[in-house]
């Protein structure tokens, strides 16, 4: 009982250390340069609503922000697509065979980006996909797959060897396992793996950068931020595109986050 105020106040001051950056980003973006070096904290004297105007012509973040969700959004559907089944295919088997398969994909936590860069800018010019989208859409993917399938081998791994064994009598085969039994269990799993790639993905700004490029019509929000920094950068039409290009990712983790509490407390699995 006597712990319960310090964690009270505990839970309140990592409340506020979180809360504060956002708002004072959010406050910058509606102010000067001048307002924004000698009143930082306060709220803006002149509430300059224009600068989300500026920053969204000046960088074109209507375009950059479509490119942003549709990448994303494929490369999720892709990771899950091919991190589901090998998660469940692994944590079915307990071999030789599988511990290599998985100490592969530990592997693949060893390759810095930098050192894969120039071999992933040739194999982009071989294909002829360099300075697309579409490369970007595959390459994320497959750098998602060595953490994905590893945490959602885990997650199924948790599944109960009875309720496996009892669908399989009921004449389950793999694919109705998979969907009915392994991954409404692994629901978080899922879901948690799909919130952590897809921030990975939507600030994913080296290979954004170099293999997708500068162009207007193909450049992801990440790219066309730093347009609006230059000699004499108006910085709260700077913090107005920062707020622009993080509303719509954070959005999509409150969403989901409250999907997976909902997955949490289910308790049970529907056939």
């Given at each position: 009982?006597r712990k319960?105020p310090l ?11 979180l ?12 102010k000067?340069?001048i307002?924004?070096?000698?009143r930082?904290f306060?709220l803006?004297?002149a ?25 994303s959004?494929?490369?999720i559907?892709l ?26 994909f ?6 810095p ?5 120039i ?5 982009a ?14 390459f994320?993917?497959?750098?998602a ?5 590893l945490l ?13 064994e ?6 389950a ?23 952590l790639?897809?921030?990975?993905f939507?600030n994913?700004?080296?290979?954004a950068l170099?293999?997708?490029?500068t ?8 790219v ?10 108006n ?12 509303l719509p990712?954070?959005?999509?983790y ?13 308790g049970?699995?529907?056939?």
């Amino acid at each position: 009982m006597r712990k319960r105020p310090l964690a009270t106040v505990l839970s309140w001051l990592y409340a506020l250390i979180l809360a504060a950056p956002l708002y004072y980003l959010a406050v910058s973006a509606l102010k000067t340069n001048i307002e924004i070096f000698t009143r930082p904290f306060a709220l803006p004297a002149a509430w300059l609503w224009e600068n989300f105007r500026t920053a969204w012509e000046t960088a074109r973040l209507g375009q950059a922000l479509l490119n942003s969700v549709l990448i994303s959004l494929v490369a999720i559907v892709l990771t899950l697509a091919l991190a589901v089944p090998a998660a469940y295919a692994l944590a079915r088997t307990d071999n030789r065979a599988a511990r290599v398969v998985t100490g592969a994909f530990s592997a693949g936590f060893l390759i810095p980006p930098f050192a894969a860069l120039i071999p992933t800018v040739v194999l982009a010019i071989k294909m002829g996909l360099f300075g697309t989208r579409e490369f970007q859409m595959l390459f994320l993917p497959a750098s998602a797959l060595p953490l994905s399938v590893l945490l959602l081998t885990q997650f199924m791994r948790t599944v109960p060897a009875a309720l496996v064994e009892s669908a399989a009598l009921d004449g389950a085969g793999h694919w109705r396992l998979l969907t009915r039994v392994f991954v409404p269990i692994a629901m978080p799993g899922v879901v948690s793996v799909t919130i952590l790639q897809l921030l990975t993905f939507w600030n994913e700004y080296l290979f954004a950068l170099t293999i997708t490029g500068t162009a207007p019509d193909v450049r992801t929000v990440q790219v066309a931020l730093p347009t609006l920094v230059s000699d004499a950068t108006n910085l709260g039409v700077l913090a107005a595109g920062t707020v622009l290009t993080v509303l719509p990712v954070y959005i999509a983790y409150s969403l989901m986050n409250r999907r997976m509490q909902e997955a949490l407390t289910a308790g049970a699995v529907k056939e």
